[in-house]
Structures are given as C-alpha cells and as structure tokens.
C-alpha cells in the first residue's frame, strides 16, 4: 500500500508518516511547499504523480482565535482544501481520511458525542472543518472522517508543552476547570489511522485517548508525571480567559464505533502522556 500524508510538518501528519514507515507501508508526506492544498491544479498533479491507495488529509488551519479575523483564509485551507483533495480521491478512485475535530459540535450538555450526532459548530475553525466534512461527504463514499481533541505530539506546540515551559518560568497556572474532554496522542492516533486506511470500514468516528479529564485536571498530571509538583495550579472557569473564538464545555465524544468495528481503542491518556513525556524529555 502506498499512501500520501497531508501536513508532514504537523503533530499528526509526522507520525502517520512514520507509523506507515514502521509497517513498511510507503508513505509520501506533504506539506505546503510541495502541495498547497489552497490550489486545486497542484492537488491533482501532486497526488495523481504520487500514485497512491489513499490520502490522509492532516493539514489544516488550526489557530482557532485567529480564525475569527482571518476567516477566508481558515476556510481556504479547511473546506475549500479538504474539497480539492476529495475531489481527486473520488476522480482516482482513491480512499480518504479526513481528520476533523470535536469542535464541529456545538459543546453543549454533558453526554458524549456520537459520530452521528447533528453537528452545530460555535466558531469559525469549527464551521470551516465541519464544511471540510461536508466536502467530503458529497464527494466520497470511500471515507474516514476521524474526529479528534486536545491533540499532542512530539512535532510541533502543544498544552503540554506551555504547561511546562509555564510552570518553570513562573511557578504557578491558572488553568480553565469548566471544559471537559480527551486528551490525543499523535503517535497513538497514527497506529489507529494507519490500521483503519487499510479496511473498508468507511464513516464518521472518534477518537482520543480514553479518560476524561478537565484541561485544570489535565495540567495537574502533567506536573505530577514531570515531577513539578511545586507548580501551583488553580482552577478557574472559562470567563477568566476571555478568547477571541467560544470554546465548547463539552468536549466528550463516544468511541464505541471504534469498537463495534473492530478496531482498538486508544489507550488511557495519564499512560500517553507519561510515554510522551519521556519521548520529549
């Protein structure tokens, strides 16, 4: 199988290309320089050249306060983008991953979401990713649409991260206890993707590490795993940090289809970050 990777420069798209390295699966990664998905001429040359099986679309425009003013151009990258690689796939014939985000829901309540579920974005990044779904849907039906949060990884800036560098400079954080989620582990979510692009078992899913925490409970372990416990840590809600885009308060999404369809499930998000602290240290 030879499959082309989308944003090799990013968190996700460096270790899909090395998760497919791993299985000797050939992969041919991408970022802008060598196909900017803005150009609907250079998406079709770039990946009708490469001869793939698939595509695993990870690039995306992901500064999600930054959106609200730069509006066309999350939408350039995010829907029209995601359109112009869809249309290729479907044209060679082709599967397609697409990676989308819990942000397509609109937050609200406290049950988790299903991949199904009726998708009411809060901001611009999220409406520009669900139109990316939407791209998707309509041209494909050889597809993976695979909802992720609160993303971490060794290739690029990350929670973790700035809780660390944070917590050295000053000490002490200030950090959002309103906000309910799941963690996501690149490396993890790459052996999923790399599983899931050879089945046929197309459709929407989610998928994060197992666990739930708050973003404040999430920053408590970081600095329990790190061996920072002097860092002082307070919960605050959301109105303490007022942003430019809303956030959702729930960010729970259901990975029982993972399941249903075979596939496993991402492993607890306090072992994730343990192993990815020790990769980044």
């Known amino acids: 199988m030879r499959v082309l990777v989308t944003g090799v420069k990013g968190q996700l ?21 060598e196909m900017d998905i803005t150009d609907a001429q250079a998406v079709d040359r770039v990946i009708t050249d490469a001869k793939v099986d698939a595509v695993i679309h990870c690039a995306a425009y992901t500064a999600v306060d930054a959106a609200e003013d730069n509006v066309e151009i ?10 112009h690689i869809a249309k290729v796939c479907r044209k060679l014939d082709i599967k397609m991953v697409y990676i989308s985000t819990d942000y397509v829901f609109d937050g609200e309540g406290e049950r988790p979401w299903e991949p199904d579920d009726e998708r009411h974005p809060l901001n611009v990044y999220g409406q520009t990713k669900y139109e990316g779904e939407l791209a998707v849907e309509q041209n ?13 990884g060794v290739n690029g800036k990350n929670f973790i991260k700035t809780m660390l560098r944070l917590g050295e400079e000053r000490g002490a954080v200030s950090v959002v206890n309103d ?11 790459a052996v999923l993707l790399v599983d899931m692009v050879q089945t046929e078992k197309y459709g929407r899913y989610h998928a994060t590490n197992e666990g ?4 404040y409970e999430f920053a408590c372990e970081i600095f329990r795993q790190a061996g920072m416990d ?4 307070t919960p605050v809600d959301s109105n303490a940090f007022p942003a430019k885009a809303k956030r959702p308060h729930n960010s729970r999404m259901s990975k029982d289809k993972l399941e249903a369809n075979g596939f496993h499930r991402l492993p607890a998000w306090q072992d994730a970050l343990g192993r990815y602290l020790k990769e980044i240290r």
Request: with cysteine; proline share 2%; glycine share 8%.
């Open 74 to 83: 999350c939408r350039r990258v995010n829907a029209d983008g995601t359109e």
């Open 13 to 33: 798209g460096h270790d899909v290309v090395k998760e497919c390295e791993k299985r000797g699966i050939e992969a041919v990664g991408v970022d802008v320089e």
């Open 179 to 189: 906000q309910i989620g799941s963690p996501t582990y690149t490396e993890d979510l």
């Open 212 to 215: 739930l925490c708050s973003w």
């Open 140 to 152: 494909l039906e050889k597809y993976f649409i695979v909802r992720i949060a609160w993303v971490f």
């Open 230 to 233: 002097q860092v002082k840590v």
